[in-house]
């Protein structure tokens, strides 16, 4: 069955940085669009970012512009998430999802269980 398992989560001060990870398995990884999505206490879910299936095109909230990046390595099943200048706001449960298909970033139908990121000083 399809299990995404996020780790890298934890408590970093404004403009730090942390490096969320996503393991897949259960299904045939480089064939699928990834995505990082994230709630904040007492939010809705919000998309943050997504990547094709071979990685050649991403895709980010403007939230997030500019201070994340998304990537991932088709020969471990790892999509990655690069977070920088980290700010308050940031802070939220981040989770990981599958896409549909190969392109479709905003869709998805399997998430993980989310790893937290606090950001305060």
């Known amino acids: 069955q399809v299990q995404l398992v996020e780790s890298g989560g934890g408590l970093a001060q404004p403009g730090g940085s942390l490096r969320l990870s996503c393991l897949a398995s259960?299904?045939?990884?480089?064939?699928?669009?990834m995505s990082w999505a994230r709630q904040a206490p007492g939010k809705g879910l919000e998309w943050v970012s997504g990547?094709?299936?071979?990685?050649?095109?991403?895709y980010y909230a403007d939230s997030v512009k500019g201070r994340f990046t998304i990537s991932r390595d088709n020969a471990k099943n790892t999509v990655y998430l690069q977070m920088n200048s980290l700010k308050p706001e940031d802070t939220a449960l981040y989770y990981c999802?599958?896409?549909?298909?190969?392109?479709?970033?905003?869709?998805?139908?399997?998430w993980g269980q989310g790893t937290q990121v606090t950001v305060s000083s």
């Open positions: 259960g299904f045939t990884f480089n064939s699928y669009a």
């Open positions: 990547v094709y299936s071979d990685g050649s095109v991403t």
């Open positions: 999802a599958k896409g549909l298909d190969r392109i479709r970033v905003r869709e998805y139908d399997y």
